[in-house]
């Protein structure tokens, strides 16, 4: 496996020339949203990313998949961007590329992102609450909300922003009553 701070460094001169790039011609959300349906494809398509991946695969036909994938769902400076990648032997970094420029996109616009890990659904008006209680704790004028359902906290939810974790699942306060008796 390819230790991770060699993706990154790989990844990251791509990215900032797509911000630039997309900076330059006034296209950053819209190469955001692109960018981002194109990692929910690689992300939902296991064949798609063998087939990148795969150094016996030749280049044109990765070329061929890729324009007969976006040719029209995406604008031609990310297309010929993704061919370019496919040239240099590099898209096999789309992933990491990709990532790394939401996050540089993100710094730049001081979004903080917020994981929501919930037992049920949270309804728009609970999510709406949340992000405005988020943007209190944080001092951010904007949150990205990326909200989960996991069963296992039984109820509640979990909310991990950065390196903070804020635990109010019923799960949660199991755990902390069970380490409570456990001590005494």
């Known amino acids: 496996m390819i230790n991770q701070s060699f993706k990154e460094k790989i990844a990251t001169p791509y990215a900032e020339a797509l911000i630039d790039y997309a900076k330059n011609k006034d296209f950053l959300s819209q190469a ?62 789309l992933s990491t590329i990709i990532e790394k420029y939401l996050d540089l996109v993100n710094l730049l616009e001081s979004v903080t992102i917020a994981e929501v890990y919930s037992a049920v659904d949270l309804s728009e008006l609970q999510q709406k609450n949340l992000i405005d209680k988020i943007k209190l704790i944080t001092n951010s004028k904007t949150v990205k909300l990326v909200v989960n359902k996991d069963p296992n906290l039984i109820g509640g939810f979990v909310i991990k922003v950065g390196s903070k974790v804020i635990d109010a699942s019923l799960s949660g306060k199991l755990k902390q009553m069970s380490l409570y008796l456990n001590t005494n």
Not at 41 to 64: D, G, R, Y
């Open 32 to 93: 955001t949203n692109e960018l981002s349906s194109i990692s929910t494809v690689l992300s939902e398509s296991s064949e798609l990313q063998l087939l990148l991946l795969n150094p016996l695969v030749a280049s044109s036909v990765k070329k061929e998949v890729i324009q007969k994938l976006f040719k029209n769902q995406v604008q031609d400076f990310i297309l010929n961007f993704l061919l370019v990648l496919v040239d240099r032997r590099r898209i096999s970094f």
